[in-house]
């Protein structure tokens, strides 16, 4: 909230205040302007600001609190590999695991780390490490709703990070029920995504170990694609479809 708050006072400053339907800029009052098209006109000139990299980065998840726009993680991915980035790594992942773990919605963050941080084989170790790789274990130690919410949220967007880098951390999590719907999610996504990764074997031996309801929905086709080695719906397109009518 504080954060927040540093935000909506920053665009103050700047001349943007929200109003009940929207948002307005003194340079046009009569024009209502979305989130979206503040997030786009404004978030980058964050990191133009007198301040040190740390507040700026601090600034930009107060606008992401405050507009729940994706756009403002776009700018913050661009300033960390930008001409003065990278950003100081503490604090752009604790941003990122605060709004992970809080009781809120988290859809513009999971959005930024499954399309842009874990897509991207460059980055896609790095960032899952730092938001959930490297905390399993106490995740799994202290079962926290906040560090289960985090988890939860990690593990359904990790479907493009490379099954190597993520397979310890999937068989940590296996030993806490409370994360094994999560899992499976995590194991279908990492079969249907364009950028998705799995190896077959090692991905039914986990499936076969998650404590789920029977008619869990695609729980059948998930296990018949993948005992017959099926490492990826768009490298085997028609495995899915046979799947469906084995499992009818």
Same mark, same amino acid.
């Given at each position: 909230?504080?954060?927040?708050?540093?935000?909506?006072?920053?665009?103050?400053?700047?001349?943007?205040?929200?109003?009940?339907?929207?948002?307005?800029?003194?340079?046009?009052?009569?024009?209502?302007?979305?989130?979206?098209?503040?997030?786009?006109?404004?978030?980058?000139?964050?990191?133009?600001?007198?301040?040190?990299?740390?507040?700026? $980065?601090?600034?930009?998840?107060?606008?992401?609190?405050?507009?729940?726009?994706?756009?403002?993680?776009?700018?913050?991915?661009?300033?960390?590999?930008?001409?003065?980035?990278?950003?100081?790594?503490?604090?752009?992942?604790?941003?990122?695991?605060?709004?992970?773990?809080?009781?809120?919605?988290?859809?513009?963050?999971?959005?930024?780390?499954?399309?842009?941080?874990?897509?991207?084989? $460059?980055?896609?170790?790095?960032?899952?490490?730092?938001?959930?790789?490297?905390?399993?274990?106490?995740?799994?130690?202290?079962?926290?709703?906040?560090?289960?919410?985090?988890?939860?949220?990690?593990?359904?967007?990790?479907?493009?990070?490379?099954?190597?880098?993520?397979?310890?951390?999937?068989?940590?999590?296996?030993?806490?029920?409370?994360?094994?719907?999560?899992?499976?999610?995590?194991?279908?996504?990492?079969?249907?995504?364009?950028?998705?990764?799995?190896?077959? =074997?090692?991905?039914?031996?986990?499936?076969?170990?998650?404590?789920?309801?029977?008619?869990?929905?695609?729980? =059948?086709?998930?296990?018949?694609?993948?005992?017959?080695?099926?490492?990826?719906?768009?490298?085997?397109?028609?495995?899915?479809?046979?799947?469906?009518?084995?499992?009818?």
């Amino acid at each position: 909230m504080q954060a927040e708050e540093a935000a909506r006072r920053w665009l103050a400053d700047k001349g943007v205040s929200q109003v009940c339907d929207g948002w307005v800029s003194d340079e046009e009052p009569d024009v209502l302007l979305t989130a979206n098209q503040v997030a786009h006109s404004w978030a980058g000139d964050v990191f133009a600001e007198d301040l040190d990299a740390a507040d700026q $980065v601090r600034l930009a998840f107060g606008l992401v609190d405050l507009l729940d726009e994706y756009w403002v993680t776009c700018e913050i991915r661009f300033a960390n590999e930008g001409a003065e980035g990278p950003l100081p790594a503490d604090v752009l992942w604790d941003g990122y695991r605060q709004r992970l773990e809080a009781d809120r919605d988290a859809e513009a963050v999971t959005y930024s780390l499954w399309v842009d941080w874990f897509e991207d084989h $460059v980055t896609s170790a790095s960032a899952f490490a730092e938001v959930l790789g490297t905390d399993i274990g106490r995740v799994v130690a202290e079962r926290s709703e906040a560090l289960l919410r985090r988890a939860r949220r990690v593990l359904e967007c990790s479907g493009p990070v490379r099954w190597t880098v993520k397979e310890p951390t999937y068989r940590t999590a296996v030993r806490l029920p409370a994360l094994h719907p999560a899992l499976f999610r995590s194991l279908l996504t990492s079969f249907h995504d364009v950028y998705g990764d799995l190896e077959p =074997a090692d991905a039914l031996a986990l499936l076969d170990r998650l404590d789920l309801p029977t008619d869990t929905r695609h729980l =059948a086709e998930l296990r018949h694609v993948l005992a017959a080695g099926h490492r990826n719906h768009y490298r085997s397109p028609g495995a899915w479809d046979d799947a469906v009518r084995s499992c009818s």
